[in-house]
Each structure stands twice: as C-alpha cells, then as structure tokens.
C-alpha cells in the first residue's frame, strides 16, 4: 500500500481512514445500544464496543 505517486493512497493513509471509520462504527454502535431489542443484543454491542476502543487504544488491556 505504500507508494509515492501522487493522488494514490499511502500506509499511513490506510490507518487513518481505518481509524474513521472505527470512531463512526462506535458512534453507530452507541446510539442503538439504548435501543437494542434484548439484553444479548445489548451485551453484544457493548462488547464490540469495547473492541473497538481497545483497538484504538493499543496501550490498553482488553
């Protein structure tokens, strides 16, 4: 993934665009927890959440 040709996309630009949309997914993901359908469904989000912060916390334990 990593090139210099202008316009093209770099390493760097991968992780950022993966970060995005790892903060949008969180955001969805917490306005329908409240809404969630049963406790499974709630645990279940609950827990890609964390996931998800974890990830974008890499110093922290999961």
Not at 14 to 21: E, I, K, L
Not at 26 to 55: C, F, N, W
């Amino acid at each position: 993934m990593m090139t210099t040709k202008q316009g093209e996309a770099t390493e760097s630009d991968f992780y950022s665009v993966v970060r995005v949309d790892l903060d949008r997914l969180r955001t969805e993901i917490k306005k329908v927890i409240p809404r969630a359908g049963d406790k499974m469904a709630s645990y279940h989000l609950k827990d890609r959440d964390q996931r998800i912060a974890s990830l974008l916390k890499p110093n922290s334990s999961m």
